[in-house]
Structure formats: C-alpha cells, structure tokens
C-alpha cells in the first residue's frame, strides 16, 4: 500500500510523493536548519535502503493514515 505525502525538502518542496508503506522502517519529527537560516519542523521518512524523505506532514497524521489502511 502506498501513502501519499508532501516533500519538505526545498528543491521539491510541496510536490507530492508516494511512498510504499511496506518499506517504512522509523518515522521521526525534528527541526531543520536550512541553508537560508531558516528553522522548519519536518518529518523524516527512513526506507532503507533507499534513503530518507522529508515531509511537512506531522507524524501523527501519518500514523493515522497507516493505521486506517492496515486492515484493508
């Protein structure tokens, strides 16, 4: 099952991206410096191996949406 999300990641930022949630090993929310010296909350997204994504969605809105699909 794939969940859609929203990249955080500035080169991306606001597209949207799907993301196999078979794949999903650890979800963590944390503030980011960006190169500008802004701070922004993000989730980080770890699917090893492939790599880590960062979203603006809250990682209880995630969960949520994990949990309704995972009966279906």
Known sequence: MYITLTNANPSF???Q???NSE????MW???VLRDDGTLENVTYIFCPP???WEVSDTLDDIV???NSHAWK
């Open 13 to 15: 930022r606001g597209q």
């Open 17 to 19: 991206l799907a993301i």
């Open 23 to 26: 794949m999903i090993a650890t």
């Open 29 to 31: 929310r944390s503030e």
């Open 50 to 52: 492939h790599g880590t």
């Open 64 to 66: 949520t949406e994990l």
